[in-house]
């Protein structure tokens, strides 16, 4: 017996000393024992409840030892692991009430105990009946999530679409997200996985929560993380300004890491049990049909009770998750999309196939821009330098008259008279369409990129064929870049020339020796 002591008087201290923050090395000097011995004993308290040295003071040294699993080693006798006399705790309520904030293991038994007095178990059964009672559950139940901290969002392969005309099937994208502590479960039925859909989900998602929670676990797909480095992963700029608008955080499951996500990867199993394959013979013409059709299913699913717990996802969304969740900002997340581009010699960007103008003294700067349903937003180093209404007219431009350049600078660097002289140089027709160009834009200088677009072409094509390119051009009064450069990427420049030398061939007279008649092929 004097032996156990010791041993215990050992296992003491060392845990006494490793709650204080010492390091190994200076727990096995303060006790005499090898690193190796500290690592044991350590590593043994990382498979127990005990998570403070109040908690380890609790324990007499029978307990402590049976804790650390030490009885396994023969140094002491197993003590009996239920008592008859002993008052069993409600282990569902128990494990419901460990996912509140704060609450322990060690504070759970504490309170058991001054409930039953001397009919309580010890700390060290208490914890091992609740541990047999956590290996029943899933290994997701069995995972630890505080109330109101995580929701975790995937997507899966969803249900078809069917076109009431054609028969033709379109498969759909089923979003699915769950609460970490209540399991309580949000799907949504969407097209594809596309940022704006990502993002829209995430939007209805919290509202079906009626509140936000502090942490958003996402898978590492594209929508949400454009670097999946394992430390550091880059999010997807818009994704960040939903997180920031609803006053979340996003971290992303790590790679490899499968327990990051079992809670959705569960939620999304349990979807297609209870919602894919109950709609399986359904035929639905539209998204929101397919929809009203998920909800109904959600409702059963999240009333459903759950079989070890012995209550439903609602009921313990209603008792842990709902009240810990942060409220929904007064204004719902709009989309917005984001981009970077460049100020050309025009002084305009170019997003969704519209040009928009930044201050003239940009030229030639990489910019921010964010686009929603109505406005484009232009930023430099995050500074908004300009903002329009949003065109989807494609190729057009929109300008801001104070962006323009003042006159005295207009003809430093770029002038319309610089640029045609510069088409001049091609040729006369190639001088006249950059004149015309430039003519056809309200402002000479949107026409800039067209311009240097076309004289840019001879690098590729040679002065002889721009400018033939160019004189056809003028003909059809097709001012524009894109009909020259079409014309000589199909090499419709030298059919025009072909068929010149043609029309000159049969205005020859016929009694010419080299020329045969008509008759000669008959």
């Not at 690592?39 to 609790?58: G, Q």
């Amino acid at each position: 017996m004097a032996a156990d002591r010791l041993f215990v008087h050992h296992v003491r201290e060392v845990l006494r000393l490793h709650f204080q923050g010492k390091s190994q090395g200076d727990i096995a000097r303060a006790v005499g024992c090898g690193k190796t011995t500290v690592r044991e004993y350590l590593h043994r308290l990382r498979s127990t409840a005990l998570e403070s040295w109040l908690a380890v003071e609790a324990l007499n040294d029978e307990e402590l030892l049976i804790e650390l699993g030490f009885k396994k080693l023969g140094v002491i006798g197993a003590a009996p692991l239920r008592r008859s006399d002993a008052v069993m705790p409600d282990w569902a309520a128990i494990h419901a009430e460990q996912a509140r904030p704060s609450v322990t293991l060690a504070l759970l038994w504490q309170e058991y105990r001054e409930a039953h007095g001397a009919s309580a178990y010890g700390y060290t059964q208490f914890c091992e009946h609740y541990r047999r009672f956590a290996g029943k559950l899933s290994v997701v139940m069995r995972q630890s999530h505080k109330a109101g901290e995580k929701a975790f969002v995937d997507y899966c392969d969803g249900l078809y679409l069917v076109d009431a005309l054609t028969g033709e099937r379109r498969k759909t994208q089923l979003f699915v997200g769950a609460l970490g502590a209540s399991s309580y479960t949000f799907a949504e039925a969407t097209f594809s996985q596309t940022l704006a859909e990502w993002l829209g989900s995430h939007v209805k998602m919290f509202e079906f929560f009626g509140g936000v929670p502090s942490v958003t676990v996402p898978d590492n797909l594209r929508s949400a993380v454009t670097d999946a480095d394992l430390y550091e992963p880059t999010l997807n700029k818009s994704y960040l300004e939903c997180a920031n608008h609803y006053d979340t955080i996003v971290i992303p499951a790590r790679p490899s890491k499968p327990r990051d996500k079992a809670k959705v990867e569960a939620a999304v199993l349990v979807a297609q049990r209870w919602i894919l394959a109950r709609l399986r013979n359904r035929l639905f013409a539209s998204l929101s049909e397919m929809n009203a059709a998920i909800g109904e299913c959600l409702d059963f699913l999240n009333a459903r009770k759950m079989r070890h717990l012995g209550k439903s996802r609602m009921e313990l969304f209603r008792e842990l998750d709902q009240p810990e969740l942060k409220p929904l900002p007064k204004e719902r997340y709009e989309f917005a999309d984001w981009r970077v581009a460049r100020a050309n010699i025009d002084y305009h960007i170019s997003f969704d196939h519209h040009h928009y103008s930044v201050p003239y003294g940009l030229v030639h700067e990489e910019l921010d821009v964010r686009a929603t349903v109505l406005t484009v937003e232009i930023f430099k180093r995050g500074m908004r330098i300009a903002s329009h209404r949003r065109s989807h007219h494609r190729g057009k431009y929109t300008t801001n008259k104070e962006h323009m350049p003042a006159s005295h600078r207009a003809h430093a660097d770029w002038s319309p008279s610089r640029m045609i002289s510069w088409g001049a140089s091609i040729g006369v027709s190639t001088g006249v369409l950059v004149e015309k160009i430039l003519e056809s834009r309200p402002h000479p200088e949107q026409g800039y990129r067209s311009a240097l677009g076309l004289i840019r072409l001879e690098k590729k094509y040679g002065k002889e064929r721009v400018e033939r390119a160019a004189g056809r051009a003028l003909e059809l009064k097709a001012h524009n870049y894109q009909f020259v450069a079409k014309l000589l990427q199909n090499g419709m420049d030298r059919a025009a020339v072909l068929g010149a030398a043609a029309e000159t061939q049969e205005s020859l007279p016929l009694g010419e020796e080299n020329i045969r008649g008509s008759g000669y092929y008959h």
